[in-house]
């Protein structure tokens, strides 16, 4: 760097990220790592990089906690609360990320980003350049200069206001240097800079616009008057310490030049695999990077093909046809659009030896095709393929049967490593070592400019693609044979796809009429709460606006502000819980709220699915998405239907059964998760709880606060309901500070006595750490295993993560073991019987049937016996079952 036209941007790592994390809503990736700090600091990258474009780029970050500043301050940033773990382990993530955009990150132990920005802006002033700092902290307007500009974050990350040293003066009236004086003598609550007490803002700026700096005021004290001038007197030393500690050191010894922050764009490749790692998908098409391994894989797959391609419309059937009565490697059905349910086919491959033949969709239904339909309709003629579920639901939609599911490469894949980063065929192919093929959005495109290419080009990656899993295929199997996966694979999750493909082509039924006149009940009930509201507050307003609203319970009504942000009061979700106890209005937004996403997401989401000519609405399950083993619902999600609220509950009221004079019979495992924590931990106390049929959460409750079951009150129980299923799901204190809002103070001593209590759960959760560092993974009782590649990790945060996971993961992922184990009993329960009731829904612990009256009594037995034997544990499964005329009546 070292010319005027160089321009340098310095971002202040820490300050941003901080300010993600709390902007931003909670998010988690598929291995279930946070990621919501992390993303928002991506998005404010992207666009700084756009707006800016820069010839330099760094990325400073604070080391540790300790800084020279302690030495003259102790207390210098004592009054902050320990970084969040959900925050903290996103600080690994980030660093990791950063070489994948090839920008340089610094940080050195006893200094503060801060100064390494200050250093670095200093020196590129000296030579020539520009620099252009962003921070979400006031104090880096210290710095401003002519060639300098500071831009701080506003509205979390998403905005930035520019400051020159003109707009520090419009804005205070100040120079950039005297925001130190600022500081010195208002001090700074974040940082625990004392300042002068008593000084705020507005005081110390009409101090410094008559006497200029800290050292003027302290001169000219005398002439102040009453309490403002006993507060200055009485602490001279503080304001004189405040205004150091404020200032930035900018003659940090660097390791780092100028020119180590160069800056030249990313690579493509690098860049698309740490994005898709972190799965941010949207940044993958907002950068056009969806087909960017292309290249890569094109150079990989250059090497002669080992097979031959026959378009069978030109070579003819004969051929294909002594070749499916022979031997058949592998199939690949293609399609568009992501729901199977509405997707339409774009062609067929066949491999078979050296020949891999293409057919083209339109002559599947052609007279010619009828052995290759029979062929797929046939259950002893097995078939390989690529997500076969899908491919399942893509040919029955053109009336074609599939079966003879033998092996399926992503759901082998699956099992293998459930997190694998990148599962897609060409994935598969680099990580074992094998020439890559192109991967479909570089063929296809992807979304709106999704477009089917020429039919030679649509077979040669066709045949790419079964060729593919032809030579994964011996790869997969003897992986799952060597990690004793195979029982797994072979009896629970490939058995299971088909049972999975049944419940979706058979769908459920909606009544969309009730739909609705529900929603026209909501929107009634939504109109009425306006009403309300508006009648509360005096006039009529934008509820949709937190502006607006912040200004009616802030301003007009005057309730306690609980959180501001740049723009205003903030009115989220958290804050207005915490301020329904001091108002009636703000239990009604919370209602208007509730109400009004059940209408839009619920009501009129649901009616968009209810499909035409089977009055039915067809979900599709994935098997391959959740890292501990649960299934996921698409196309719609019918595991999210709200249930908490009564509203919410109602929307089951319009899921009714198929054929008249039926019942819908709804079972679901009662905490089956605390069991499953009870068997694997061996704790005595919740064995015990278990096979005595108590209340688990009055039972903890009871120890935790050391009081008889007849003592513990509603309060009692919901804490301990928290701590029990937040003991299940790895959480945190500050987790459990948030869902009972509490101090993370109070949440981490329950937690400590909820170990003490329960000593077999203690000593479980201790044993599975090391075992987990041991092995580098955790595995469920089924032998489900699920990788921990951080479980080492010297970074504490990655660490502290991974032993989160190692521990909560053999606990959900047995739960989702079982329910899957029971779905598939029950399925042959039904076919050995010769019953007509039908398995129609999984909802996470749940299982929805409907069920022809004369075989109501029956399946009332079966379902909670097959449910309850599907695993044999210490303590017993227990499944509740009920029906009704509906799905809501059934629970």
Same mark, same amino acid.
């Given at each position: 760097m070292g010319n005027g036209t160089d321009k340098l941007v310095l971002i202040d790592g820490n300050s941003i990220i901080n300010r993600a994390f709390y902007a931003i809503p909670p998010l988690t990736n598929g291995?279930?790592?946070?990621?919501?700090?992390?993303?928002g600091f991506t998005t404010m990258l992207l666009k700084v990089l756009e707006e800016e474009k820069p010839s330099h780029i760094l990325v400073a970050f604070d080391a540790g906690k300790v800084t020279f500043r302690h030495e003259g301050f102790a207390e210098y940033k004592g009054g902050r609360q320990k970084t969040p773990p959900e925050l903290?382990?996103?600080?690994?993530?980030?660093?990791?990320?950063?070489?994948?955009?090839g920008i340089s990150q610094f940080e050195l132990a006893g200094y503060e980003a801060d100064d390494i920005i200050g250093t670095l802006s200093r020196v590129a002033e000296e030579k020539g350049g520009s620099v252009v700092i962003v921070s979400g902290d006031k104090d880096m307007l210290q710095l401003a200069s002519d060639q300098v500009t500071v831009l701080i974050t506003r509205k979390g990350v998403s905005e930035v206001e520019r400051f020159t040293p003109e707009d520090v003066n419009e804005k205070y009236g100040l120079t950039p240097a005297q925001i130190i004086d600022l500081k010195g003598l208002m001090g700074d609550a974040s940082d625990n800079i004392p300042g002068v007490p008593g000084v705020g803002e507005k005081t110390a700026l009409k101090l410094l616009h008559e006497y200029g700096t800290v050292e003027n005021v302290l001169e000219k004290v005398t002439e102040l008057k009453g309490k403002l001038r006993e507060n200055i007197e009485n602490n001279m030393d503080s304001a004189r310490m405040s205004k150091q500690v404020a200032t930035i050191f900018r003659e940090v010894p660097l390791e780092k030049t100028l020119d180590d922050a160069a800056y030249s764009g990313y690579q493509s490749a690098e860049l698309v695999g740490a994005l898709r790692k972190l799965e941010f998908k949207s940044l993958i098409e907002r950068l056009d990077l969806v087909g960017a391994v292309s290249e890569d894989a094109g /150079? @990989? $797959?250059?090497?002669?093909?080992?097979?031959?391609?026959? +378009?069978?419309?030109? =070579?003819?059937? #004969?051929? *294909?046809?002594?070749?499916?009565?022979?031997?058949?490697?592998?199939?690949?059905?293609?399609?568009?659009?992501?729901?199977?349910?509405?997707?339409?086919?774009?062609?067929?491959?066949? /491999? @078979? $030896?050296?020949?891999?033949?293409?057919?083209?969709?339109? +002559?599947?239904?052609? =007279?010619?095709? #009828?052995? *290759?339909?029979?062929?797929?309709?046939?259950?002893?003629?097995?078939?390989?393929?690529?997500?076969?579920?899908?491919?399942e639901l893509v040919l029955a939609r053109a009336g074609i049967e599939l079966r003879g599911l033998a092996f399926d490469a992503l759901l082998a894949a699956y099992v293998l490593d459930p997190t694998e980063a990148d599962p897609s065929i060409g994935g598969l192919l680099s990580r074992h070592g094998l020439a890559s093929i192109a991967p479909d959005e570089a063929v296809f495109g992807k979304g709106a400019k999704f477009r089917v290419p020429d039919r030679e080009r649509l077979a040669k990656h066709l045949a790419a693609k079964a060729d593919a899993v032809r030579r994964l295929k011996p790869l997969l199997v003897e992986e799952m044979e060597k990690q004793s996966m195979h029982r797994l694979y072979y009896e629970v999750e490939q058995p299971l796809s088909v049972v999975l493909a049944g419940m979706e082509k058979q769908g459920i039924s909606v009544n969309g009429e009730a739909l609705q006149e529900l929603g026209a009940e909501f929107q009634?009930?939504?109109?009425?709460?306006?009403?309300?509201?508006?009648?509360?507050?005096?006039?009529?307003?934008?509820?949709?606006?937190?502006?607006?609203?912040?200004?009616?319970?802030?301003?007009?009504?005057?309730?306690?502000?609980?959180?501001?942000?740049?723009?205003?009061?903030?009115?989220?979700?958290?804050?207005?819980?915490?301020?329904?106890?001091?108002?009636?209005?703000?239990?009604q937004i919370l209602l208007y709220r509730q109400l009004a996403k059940l209408q839009s997401t619920y009501i009129e989401g649901l009616l968009k699915e209810i499909r035409p000519e089977t009055g039915k609405i067809h979900t599709f399950y994935r098997q391959t998405i959740a890292a501990t083993g649960r299934l996921s619902s698409q196309f719609p999600n019918l595991q999210n239907i709200p249930i908490r609220l009564e509203e919410g509950r109602q929307i089951r009221k319009a899921f009714v059964p198929s054929e008249p004079g039926w019942r819908i019979l709804a079972a679901d495992y009662s905490q089956i998760e605390l069991r499953v924590l009870a068997h694997i931990s061996g704790d005595e106390g919740l064995k015990e709880a278990f096979r005595n049929d108590m209340d688990i959460h009055t039972k903890t409750?009871?120890?935790?606060?050391?009081?008889?079951?007849?003592?513990?009150?509603?309060?009692?129980?919901?804490?301990?309901?928290?701590?029990?299923?937040?003991?299940?799901?790895g959480i945190s204190d500050f987790g459990l500070s948030q869902n009972l809002n509490i101090t993370r103070k109070e949440a981490a001593a329950f937690i400590e006595q909820y170990f003490s209590v329960f000593q077999g759960v203690s000593r479980f959760m201790e044993t599975i750490k090391q075992q987990a560092k041991q092995d580098g993974y955790v595995s469920t009782l089924l032998d489900r295993r699920r990788y921990l590649p951080d479980i080492r990790a010297s970074n504490f945060n990655l660490r502290s993560f991974a032993e989160r996971t190692a521990m909560n993961s053999p606990i959900q992922g047995t739960a989702a073991d079982?329910?899957?184990?029971?779905?598939?009993?029950?399925?042959?329960?039904?076919?050995?019987?010769?019953?007509?009731?039908?398995?129609?829904?999984?909802?996470?612990?749940?299982l929805v049937f409907e069920v022809p009256e004369e075989e109501l009594e029956l399946m009332s037995k079966l379902v909670p016996e097959v449910m309850e034997s599907a695993l044999k544990l210490d303590v017993p499964l227990k499944a509740d079952v009920s029906h009704g005329s509906n799905w809501y009546e059934a629970k």
């Open positions: 291995s279930g790592l946070h990621t919501n700090a992390v993303l903290s382990e996103q600080f690994p993530l980030l660093k990791e990320l950063l070489p994948a955009f /150079a @990989a $797959g250059s090497e002669p093909l080992a097979y031959e391609i026959v +378009l069978v419309e030109e =070579a003819g059937w #004969g051929e *294909l046809n002594d070749a499916l009565a022979a031997n058949v490697d592998s199939l690949i059905v293609e399609s568009n659009g992501d729901n199977p349910h509405q997707a339409e086919g774009i062609g067929l491959a066949v /491999a @078979a $030896g050296e020949k891999i033949y293409f057919v083209p969709w339109e +002559l599947l239904t052609a =007279a010619d095709a #009828g052995p *290759l339909r029979a062929w797929l309709g046939e259950l002893s003629a097995a078939k390989s393929g690529y997500d076969l579920h899908r491919d009634r009930r939504i109109e009425e709460i306006v009403s309300a509201i508006y009648k509360i507050a005096g006039f009529e307003f934008n509820i949709g606006s937190p502006k607006q609203l912040g200004e009616v319970l802030f301003d007009k009504l005057g309730l306690p502000v609980v959180k501001k942000t740049k723009t205003g009061y903030s009115t989220d979700a958290e804050v207005l819980e915490k301020l329904e106890p001091y108002h009636e209005i703000v239990r409750a009871s120890d935790v606060f050391g009081v008889s079951p007849d003592q513990v009150d509603a309060n009692m129980r919901r804490s301990a309901k928290a701590v029990n299923f937040g003991i299940v799901y079982i329910i899957k184990l029971a779905m598939l009993r029950m399925d042959e329960a039904l076919r050995e019987r010769g019953l007509r009731s039908r398995m129609l829904l999984q909802v996470h612990d749940e």
